[in-house]
């Protein structure tokens, strides 16, 4: 069973930069294609950043430039570096593994990935 779980998330001011991190367990990590969602109350989660195992990567349009995702040496690990940060960021982020399917053609067709965290919440204030 594939467990992730996600931190960094907190409170800052418009222009300011959190890094979100998520940690997985599981044996093969490198195997997994992984991404990051972020959900407000009364809307439907959207895809943030992917990153597939062999290294291909989508943004969503609004966030291109300002956030980069990207994993550690040992693929344990997936980090979304979040700079110049905006109060429509506000949001409760969310790790996502998949198995099989790529994370960037989850992302663009709106699907779900197997696996998701617990969230972290990031708050951007104006």
């Known amino acids: 069973q594939v467990q992730l779980v996600e931190s960094g998330g907190g409170s800052v001011q418009a222009g300011g930069s959190l890094r979100l991190s998520c940690v997985v367990s599981?044996?093969?990590?490198?195997?997994?294609?992984m991404g990051w969602f972020r959900q407000v109350p009364g809307k439907e989660r959207e895809g943030v950043a992917a990153?597939?195992?062999?290294?291909?990567?989508n943004y969503a349009d609004s966030v291109k430039g300002r956030f980069t995702v990207f994993r550690n040496s040992a693929m344990n690990t997936l980090y979304l570096q979040m700079n110049s940060l905006k109060p429509e960021d506000t949001a409760m982020y969310y790790c996502?593994?998949?198995?099989?399917?790529?994370?960037?053609?989850?992302?663009?067709?709106?699907?779900?990935?197997?696996?998701w965290g617990q969230g972290t919440q990031v708050t951007v204030s104006s």
């Open positions: 996502a593994a998949s198995p099989r399917a790529r994370m960037t053609d989850i992302q663009l067709q709106r699907a779900r990935p197997g696996y």
């Open positions: 599981e044996l093969t990590p490198s195997k997994y294609h």
């Open positions: 990153d597939d195992y062999d290294g291909r990567r």
